[in-house]
């Protein structure tokens, strides 16, 4: 019998096996031989690089040790003329938040926000009408009705020279209390006026925890007497794990949905920082109102349209499955980003994200550069946890800079159109806005690790608003931009 060693290539495991029997084949049946061979060969080539395709898209266990990207995308000259670049959002300055109400605070807040265009009807003739609702304490979730005082340019940075906003409505539990005790919790909050069969518009909320190991429920709405805000849900969104959906939430702009996603009208979605969300911000449209008024309790929502996942969702999988072809072009594992908003003004638009940006190296361990393995059974060392205020383990950077990145539109479109992939678009430019922040960068002994919270937009008058987190001591300040006229 004749034997070949393994391991060799197929090429030449056919060659050697065809010289051992060429002697004894016919013409005919050496042929067939060789017809069989080249067909296996093709066969083993196809299955190699089904292989090697298929490694792309598995997940990957660890992120690559301080790794680092651009930070920064320079918008470039030729973009389409409907898109609303950095330097048409003009700063206006910013305001403080009140004192607290119903045993509640503004200190640790800045978690979500809503602009509501027909709050403080009786308020001042001052360009800032309307009002916001925004969650409290990060540890008791509240929300609370403010108005908007004029915002006040301080070029010292000087808190006093502030004006203060006025509380409106107290601090409530406006989901009755339906998601329990949440460790670490996420959270959005938006306005929409009715939709469908509804009699009156609604605040739509979502949360979820920090860290999970199962798909949980996360949203539903309530109305805006906050002392009876009569809630409704909480509502899976479809199978998708809550690392990617349960955080900002934002509208859709009427002509953009009708278009392409139809009765789809509430954007939401989550960055969760490291490797379980994908490489960069998740975004989904969905209309819990086309699927009952309210849908029932526990409700897991069907109609649900993908606009950007930096990854493979698995159902089941509470983590997004990874692929370096599929990833943000400045992505970084401590990137954070907290708030979005769908902007429009005149014929220009964009959608943006405004986050707490990682600058530098990036690595998992500790603050003081102490890098910790992400899977404890791989054999690598286990260092000593620093001593206080560097004992935080999680994911780290050099610095921070607070930063909002801008997307087309139209690559959403796209993608709901299935014309593109939703790891596919990509932002076309970033706006540092560093300077206007008042406490910017880390503050390790105060256990800072967050510039910026969430963002709520006044579409009719292009006014963009921006949580800064414990600006004023413990509580957060409120930035305004304006996108200029045309």
């Not at 016919?26 to 042929?31: D, P, S, V, Y």
Request: a negative charge; aromatic letters at 12%; charged letters at 25%.
């Amino acid at each position: 019998m004749t034997t070949f060693k393994r391991g060799g290539s197929p090429i030449g495991d056919l060659v050697g096996w065809y010289s051992m029997q060429a002697p004894v084949l016919t013409r005919n049946t050496k042929l067939l031989y060789i017809f069989i061979g080249l067909f296996f060969l093709l066969l083993l080539w196809g299955c190699n690089s089904a292989k090697k395709q298929d490694q792309t898209s598995k997940p990957q266990d660890t992120p690559s040790s301080k790794s680092t990207t651009p930070e920064d995308i320079e918008a470039s000259g030729n973009l389409p003329t409907d898109l609303i670049r950095p330097k048409d959002l003009e700063y206006k300055g910013a305001f403080r938040l009140p004192k607290g109400s119903n045993d509640s605070n503004w200190e640790y807040s800045g978690e979500a926000m809503t602009y509501y265009p027909d709050g403080d009807p009786n308020g001042p003739d001052d360009s800032y009408p309307g009002s916001i609702f925004a969650v409290g304490h990060d540890h008791q979730q509240l929300v609370s009705e403010i108005d908007i005082p004029v915002p006040a340019i301080s070029s010292k940075k000087n808190l006093k020279e502030l004006n203060t906003a006025s509380t409106l409505q107290r601090f409530h539990d406006i989901t009755d209390d339906m998601f329990g005790e949440i460790e670490q919790p996420r959270a959005g909050l938006e306005y929409l006026p009715p939709q469908g069969d509804q009699e009156s518009g609604k605040l739509y909320f979502s949360r979820g925890p920090h860290l999970q190991n199962e798909q949980v429920p996360t949203h539903g709405w309530s109305e805006l007497d906050l002392s009876s805000p009569n809630p409704a849900g909480n509502w899976y969104l479809d199978n998708y794990t809550s690392y990617v959906t349960c955080d900002y939430l934002f509208a859709i702009p009427d002509g953009w949905a009708n278009v392409n996603t139809p009765g789809l009208r509430l954007a939401t979605g989550r960055v969760r920082e490291g490797v379980w969300a994908g490489y960069g911000p998740a975004l989904f449209a969905c209309g819990p109102w086309t699927e009952g008024n309210p849908p029932s309790s526990d409700q897991r929502l069907r109609k649900v349209a993908p606009l950007l996942l930096y990854g493979t969702h698995r159902e089941g999988n509470p983590e997004i499955e990874l692929s370096n072809k599929r990833k943000m072009k400045t992505y970084k594992e401590a990137d954070d980003w907290s708030g979005g908003a769908w902007l429009t003004t005149g014929q220009k638009t964009a959608v943006i994200f405004v986050g707490t940006k990682a600058t530098g190296k990036s690595w998992y361990g500790f603050a003081n550069g102490v890098e910790y393995p992400t899977d404890e059974d791989s054999g690598q060392k286990i260092p000593e946890v620093p001593p206080w205020p560097f004992d935080n383990r999680g994911y780290w950077s050099d610095g921070i800079k607070a930063q909002i990145i801008f997307y087309d539109p139209g690559d959403l479109a796209k993608v709901a159109q299935g014309k593109m992939k939703p790891w596919e678009p990509q932002p076309y430019a970033s706006l540092d806005i560093d300077d206007y922040m008042f406490d910017p960068g880390f503050n390790h002994k105060r256990g800072k690790q967050e510039t910026v919270g969430a963002v709520s937009f006044d579409r009719k008058r292009g006014i963009l608003y921006i949580f800064e987190k414990r600006a004023d001591g413990n509580k957060s300040i409120v930035h305004i931009f304006k996108i200029k006229a045309n």
